[in-house]
């Protein structure tokens, strides 16, 4: 019997390779929603993320308001918040999306071929560049040091170190995430209907 190997002819592969197939599964054995197109689109994962933020900033900024009942309500709602957000999933959910948000934003930055464009869009951009420079040591102090040295950061704390010195900066610093969050929330629901309608009813809620 034979035993020397095959030769194979040229332009000829094998049919194993390291125990796995030799073609990649097809995209078609996806689930049709993976397959849309949308997926491919980096406007979609900016949009995305920037929504994921928008609920933390917003759950961040209720909460903060809690203060006109008293701290003990602020830190009660702060847990729930903590439980959620400083989860597993919620970190990755949270840090992800900032990572995307910012990666995208760079990215369409970078690709312009004009710095002419329309003012909102500019306010936007500048508002965008500062928020990580203002928010870097915020969450150096709170998160970080939680996770860090597992300091307590809670209401108390955080207040006493916030004012008076750096109270102003903390105050100029939710200005801007949520300036940049509705500039960015209304170009997006321009594009749906019925927000013609709801529009004095979302910037009534936006200013308070």
Sequence with gaps: MDRRPRSLSPGSRPSWRLGFRSRPPSLSALPSWLRSPRWRDPQVWRLGSGLVLFAFALTHFLNHALGLVSVEVMEAAQEVR??????????VLLYGAA?????????????????????????????GLAIPVLLAAHVASTRGMSEVHGAHDSYGSVLRALWPGAALKQSLLLLIVWAHATIGLHKWLQTKAGYGRLKPILLSAAVL
């Excluded at 903590?82 to 970190?91: L, Q």
């Excluded at 990572?99 to 508002?127: G, S």
């Design 82 to 91: 903590r439980a959620a957000w400083r989860s597993a999933p919620g970190t």
């Design 99 to 127: 990572a995307v948000h910012v990666a995208l934003a760079l990215w369409k930055l970078a690709r312009r071929r004009t710095w002419r464009m329309a003012p909102w869009e500019a306010v936007q951009i500048a508002l």
